[in-house]
Nanobody, 127 residues
């Protein structure tokens, strides 16, 4: 089992940047595919970005492509989401998620595909 803790959220002006971190417990982090999701008030949780356990594959929602970058540091048991050119519509609670025992380049796009979730971190983008 793995525990996930997000950090790095906050209030930022439109056009600004934030870097979210998701620290994972356990010695098998390198075998977990990781994803970032977000949920805005009154909306369903949606996929933002994902990275395979090998790090060799990434995928982004169209709404963030070119602005957000997902990466992982297996030595630090941490996955990151670098968010640039932030927009007010990026305002949401951001969650990281993990899934083990998948193929090397697997990335899940649906929240039901992940087994473990963090508690979330709030990102607010002011216009």
């Amino acid at each position: 089992q793995v525990q996930l803790v997000e950090s790095g959220g906050g209030l930022v002006q439109a056009g600004g940047s934030l870097r979210l971190s998701c620290a994972a417990s356990g010695r098998t982090f390198r075998s977990y595919a990781m994803g970032w999701f977000r949920q805005a008030p009154g909306k369903e949780r949606e996929f933002v970005a994902g990275i395979s356990w090998s790090g060799g594959s990434t995928h982004y929602a169209d709404s963030v492509k070119g602005r957000f970058t997902i990466s992982r540091d297996n030595a630090k048991n941490t996955v990151y989401l670098q968010m640039n050119s932030l927009k007010p519509e990026d305002t949401a609670v951001y969650y990281c998620a993990a899934r083990a025992f998948v193929e090397r380049l697997w990335i899940g796009l649906g929240e039901y595909e992940y087994d473990y979730w963090g508690q979330g971190t709030q990102v607010t983008v002011a216009s």
